[in-house]
């Protein structure tokens, strides 16, 4: 099994219960859920907007390889309603974002996957529950 740290957050609709349905959707298809941070509310990063999010960090352990958990973290989104995924540092609006943190001590440089997350260090939003929950 590996140790795995996801980043959630959600600005648009119930985003308490947005975050606690995502949680409960990856527990059933990634892995056991270990920890949950605090929900916190934080300002929008990077765009404008005036709905404020609530982000939480989640400890799982998952036997998914880093690509598969891309797959279903995705997947998980587009089902919640996520219409696109930010690029290009155009981040919008969203009911759902899941981000990959941590893989174990793995590390990954592809176009479309980076592990550790390569913002996650500049993002109070991620490091203040990670440091919450991280053992």
């Known amino acids: 099994m590996h140790k795995i740290y996801l980043g959630l957050g959600s600005n648009l609709g119930n985003r308490k219960e947005n975050l ?4 409960r959707l990856i527990g059933e298809r990634v892995g056991k859920v270990l ?17 404020t999010f609530v982000n939480a960090v989640i400890q799982c352990e998952t036997d998914l390889t880093p690509r598969q958990l891309l797959g279903s973290t995705q997947k ?57 929950i991280r053992d």
């Open 20 to 23: 606690a349905y995502a949680i």
């Open 76 to 132: 998980i989104e587009r089902e919640m309603g996520r219409q696109k995924k930010s690029t290009d540092g155009g981040y919008s609006d969203r009911c759902i974002d899941i981000d990959i943190l941590l893989y174990d001590d793995l590390r990954v440089d592809e176009p479309d996957l980076q592990i550790p997350h390569p913002l996650m260090l500049k993002r109070d939003f991620v490091m203040i529950p990670l440091r919450e």
């Open 35 to 51: 920890r949950v941070s605090s929900f916190i509310e934080t300002e929008p990063w990077g765009f404008e907007s005036e709905n």
